[in-house]
C-alpha cells in the first residue's frame, strides 16, 4: 500500500511541473479585447472560442456535453410524442397502437408522456447552460491567458533554526520583486 503511495506522489509531483505558462509571453503584445473575441467566437461556433485559445483538448468535452443534451431532448421528445399519440388514438376508439400489448392501463400512457416531457424539458435546460458554460469558459480562460505570472512573485518555504533561548519555527515567505 505504501509504494502506490509514494508512486501516486512522485507521479503528481511530475505532473504539477510539466504543465506551467509559457515564460516568453510579452505581457505588453497582448490584445486586451482577446475574452471578448474568445466569447463571441464561442457564442457563434461552441468550441471555437476554445480553439482561439489554443485549450484544444477542451473542444471534445464541449461537444459531448452539448451533444448529449440534444440526443437527450430528441429521443424524449419523441418518446412523448409515441405515449400522447398513443393516448390519443385509444380514446378516440382506435387499438392499433405501439404500446396495445404493453401497456393495458390508458393513465400509464399518461404518466409516460409526463415523465419524456419533464425530462426533454430537463434536457433543454441542459443544452442552454452548456452553451453558457461554453461561453463563459472561453472568456475567462481568455482573461486567466493574460494573468502576469513571473519570477518576480515567488512564494519559499524557510527554515529557521532558532537560538538556543527560542524554539525552532517553520513558514512560508511571500516575496514580491518590483
Known amino acids: 500500500m505504501e509504494i502506490n503511495k509514494l508512486i501516486f506522489l512522485v507521479t503528481l509531483f511530475f505532473i504539477s511541473n510539466s504543465f506551467s505558462q509559457d515564460s516568453e509571453i510579452l505581457y505588453d503584445d497582448l490584445d486586451p479585447l482577446d475574452p471578448s473575441k474568445a466569447a463571441f467566437f464561442s457564442a457563434v461556433f461552441p468550441g471555437a472560442g476554445q480553439a482561439f485559445n489554443k485549450k ?3 473542444i471534445p468535452i464541449v461537444y459531448a456535453a452539448i451533444g448529449t ?5 430528441d429521443f424524449n421528445n419523441k418518446k412523448y410524442w409515441s405515449y400522447r399519440n398513443a393516448y390519443k388514438s385509444r380514446k378516440a376508439g382506435y387499438s392499433s397502437d405501439e404500446f396495445q400489448n404493453l401497456i393495458i392501463d390508458d393513465d400509464r400512457l399518461l404518466d409516460g408522456a409526463s ?4 425530462n426533454r424539458d430537463l434536457s433543454m435546460v441542459f443544452t442552454v447552460g452548456f452553451y453558457i458554460l461554453n461561453v463563459l469558459d472561453a472568456n475567462i480562460d481568455a482573461h486567466l491567458k493574460q494573468y502576469n505570472v513571473n519570477e ?3 512564494l519559499n518555504p524557510y527554515f529557521d533554526g532558532g ?3 527560542g524554539p525552532e519555527s517553520v513558514g512560508l515567505s511571500l516575496n514580491l520583486n518590483f
Not at 115 to 118: D, I, L
Open 56 to 58: 484544444y483538448w477542451k
Open 69 to 73: 443534451s440534444i440526443y437527450s431532448y
Open 115 to 118: 415523465f419524456h416531457k419533464k
Open 152 to 154: 518576480n512573485l515567488t
Open 163 to 165: 537560538s538556543k533561548l
